[in-house]
């Protein structure tokens, strides 16, 4: 019923940054939220930010104060805006739809997309 498909990842090294895209598609009025999730390799999940249907934003305090979430509306696009990034942010990052606590450890949102690889070296 929701789309999801990421974009932007990459490699940066540390200090530097980096924005993921998510494009959303189909029905998104079934969800509050909208989000990003990430899974660094050999750790379990952990929600990074969300953003609710009235631009409402929560963090994880690990990216507090460096990452940003946006959306806009008219383009149907998520956005993560990643700065002074660490080598500790490399992971998987997924854009997902429906509300999870940001900073929580195992969050299974509703609905997920393919994963945008970010690597931050030193």
């Known amino acids: 019923q929701v789309q999801l498909v990421e974009s932007g990842g990459g490699s940066v090294q540390a200090g530097g940054s980096l924005t993921l895209s998510c494009a959303v598609s189909?029905?998104?009025?079934?969800?509050?939220?909208l989000g990003w999730i990430r899974q660094p390799p050999g750790k379990e999940r952990e929600g990074v930010a969300v953003?609710?249907?009235?631009?409402?934003?929560s963090y994880a305090d690990s990216v507090k104060g460096r990452f940003t979430i946006s959306k806009d509306n008219a383009k149907k696009t998520l956005y993560l805006q990643m700065n002074s990034l660490k080598i500790e942010d490399t992971a998987m990052y997924y854009c997902?739809?429906?509300?999870?606590?940001?900073?929580?450890?195992?969050?299974?949102?509703?609905?997920w997309g393919q994963g945008t690889q970010v690597t931050v070296s030193s």
């Open positions: 189909g029905n998104t009025y079934i969800t509050n939220c």
């Open positions: 997902a739809a429906g509300c999870f606590v940001a900073g929580w450890k195992g969050v299974n949102p509703d609905y």
């Open positions: 953003i609710d249907n009235d631009g409402y934003q």
